[in-house]
């Protein structure tokens, strides 16, 4: 059963233009998410991330919209650069104990200059 | 910043050969993890740990086995390496298990 769900595995965008990456979660115990970038060959690295009392936060061009009523957060940067180009991977945790973060499957973003 | 290093970026190992997979982080995290990532499927838990000498099995343990005797140190061990553990392997570590990890650059591993 995914927990955490990244239903688009790929999207190309144009430079300049807004990307918006989007996920979905089933764990109402979940309080925390993030979303790592990944480039190939290299471990993920964390992007930024929000706490379930937030529905907002905001770094720079990134920015993460939670939406607790429908389980959906999405990320959206603005202008995407080719160097945003990478496997966005949406990240969950829940407050009750003692368990790993849960991962989504990724989007592959392409933005294309 | 904290650092999770991986021994290799790439290997190439033979069927049924035994294989270890090193990572080292370097903050005095307590907690340690082993994914590995494959097209589609994303980010598998394959082990964790919380604690020296401790582990726990994640979503995919089957053909893995993990030893920790130091706590900076995690090693991920198949037993005897299939075509099918080909992938990209990646080791975290975090302060707390809720916490944001960090992760290593991953080794590539092809099974031959």
């Known amino acids: 059963d995914q927990q955490v769900k990244q239903n688009s595995p790929s999207l190309s965008v144009q430079e300049g233009r807004i990307s918006i990456l989007n996920c979905d979660y089933t764990?109402?115990?979940?309080?925390?998410f993030l979303w790592y970038k990944k480039y190939p060959a290299e471990g993920p690295t964390f992007l930024i991330s929000i706490s379930s009392i937030k529905d907002k936060n905001e770094d720079g061009r990134f920015t993460v919209f939670l939406n607790k009523s429908a389980k959906h957060l999405s990320l959206h940067i603005v202008p995407s650069q080719p160097g945003d180009s990478a496997v966005y991977f949406c990240?969950?945790?829940?407050?009750?104990?003692?368990?790993?973060?849960?991962f989504g499957k990724g989007t592959r973003l392409s933005v294309i200059a | 910043d904290v650092k999770v290093t991986q021994s290799s970026r790439y290997l190439v190992k033979r069927t049924g050969e035994k294989v270890f997979l090193e990572c080292v982080q370097d903050m005095d995290h307590e907690n340690m993890f082993w994914y590995r990532q494959d097209p589609g499927l994303g980010l598998r838990l394959i082990y964790f740990s919380y604690d020296v000498k401790m582990k726990e099995k994640g979503d995919i343990p089957e053909g893995y086995s993990v030893s920790r005797e130091k706590k900076e140190r995690f090693s991920l061990i198949l037993e005897s390496a299939s075509t099918n553990q080909t992938s990209m392997y990646l080791c975290?570590?975090?302060?707390?298990?809720?916490?944001?990890?960090?992760f290593g650059s991953g080794t590539r591993l092809t099974v031959v």
């Open positions: 990240a969950a945790r829940a407050y009750s104990g003692n368990t790993p973060l849960v």
């Open positions: 764990n109402s115990m979940f309080d925390y």
């Open positions: 975290a570590s975090s302060l707390l298990p809720e916490d944001g990890y960090t």
